[in-house]
């Protein structure tokens, strides 16, 4: 896994301005599928090297640290193997865990309407044909979306939460994508994907019709954890590049890393960014309430993000607001960890259950 990752960060890490610059990673995509990373948490039996948690935690931290969208590309990837792994029977895992090895697989849970109240908002319909099932509606803000295999598509069965199901479904005929234009993660593939009239077959739902709710939130809570390492390696760097421009840009006869205000300013960051390491890395190895562990590191590491982001640009002064510069990138991506994957404020009803019960 070490050697995979080292390689495909020094690919990244020439492209990740780029990847910014044009929403799109282009033959990167290519070298992703090839680097063996999309195996990470794929079950040996099925050909992957059968990681959890926290080499998934790894993964995101490393790529996050030279491309915050390719780390989410992966991180996502990951949500929808483990749906697969959680959530799916003997057939669907020896169908879709060989694909999901070399080509990129994502849940496809949020619709215009919201993606915080999935239970309300979700209204793309399944409707039950024989023994197929037809999609219709569209999805929106899906990550990898545009050029993903296997979408975890959660639809419309029923009335209400329970009328929500899972199903596996291949990208084929009456699928059709549409790039979104974010300011955030830019090329990590994010489109609106388009289902009409789209056959699944009935052996293609995860655990069974009315289960579409328990797939989305248990396959969500735990890979908070993995996203939140995402948000850990763009701190990282941005305290890293940080000190790099406080040490060498001359002011006031010496340096900036010379006065004392700049020093606290980026021992503040250091000082969270080491509770956010130890915190994530102690929660994933040892997960004892997903929904609320995975919550509290999601919040907590879209502070620290932000905090290391803003800071990062402050040092670099007026140059740290220049497009093509890494801290203004990360300054962007740094806000998605309050909203992708369940916003801040969705998060913290999830610590107050938890805590008021
Ligand atoms: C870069 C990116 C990648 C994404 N990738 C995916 C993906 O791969 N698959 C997928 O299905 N979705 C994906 N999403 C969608 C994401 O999960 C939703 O954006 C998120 O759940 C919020 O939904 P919404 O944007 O519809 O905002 P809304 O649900 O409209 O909420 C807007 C705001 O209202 C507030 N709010 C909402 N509910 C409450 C509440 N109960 N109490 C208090 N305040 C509340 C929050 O501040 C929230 O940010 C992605 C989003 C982004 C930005």
Known sequence: MEKALENLKSVVSERARDIDKNN???DLINKIKDSGILGLIVPEEYGGMGKGYYEACIAGEELAKVSAAVSHSVV?????VDALRMFGNDDQKREFMPKMLRSFATIAITEG????????????KAEKSGDTYILNGTK??????MFADTFIVIGRTGEGSKGLTA?????????????????????????SVRFENVQVPESNVLVGEGKGMRVALGTLAPNRIPFAAM??????????????RAKTRKAFGGTLSDLQAVQFMLADVAVEIEALRRTIYSIAGNIQDSSYEGAVVKILSAKVAKKAADTAVEIFG???LNMSSDVERAYRDAKVLDIAEGATEVMKLLIARKIFS
């Open 24 to 26: 799109d990673m282009g």
């Open 76 to 80: 996502v990837h990951g949500i929808a």
């Open 113 to 124: 309407r919201g993606g915080s109240d999935v239970g309300g908002a979700v209204s793309l």
């Open 140 to 145: 929106t803000l899906i990550t990898n979306g």
């Open 167 to 191: 199903f596996l479904v291949e990208r084929g005929d009456g699928i059709s994508t549409t790039k979104i234009n974010l300011s955030g993660m830019r090329g990590s593939g994010l489109a």
């Open 231 to 244: 948000g850990l390696g763009i701190a990282e760097r941005c305290l890293e590049l940080a000190i790099e």
């Open 318 to 320: 007026g140059h740290g």
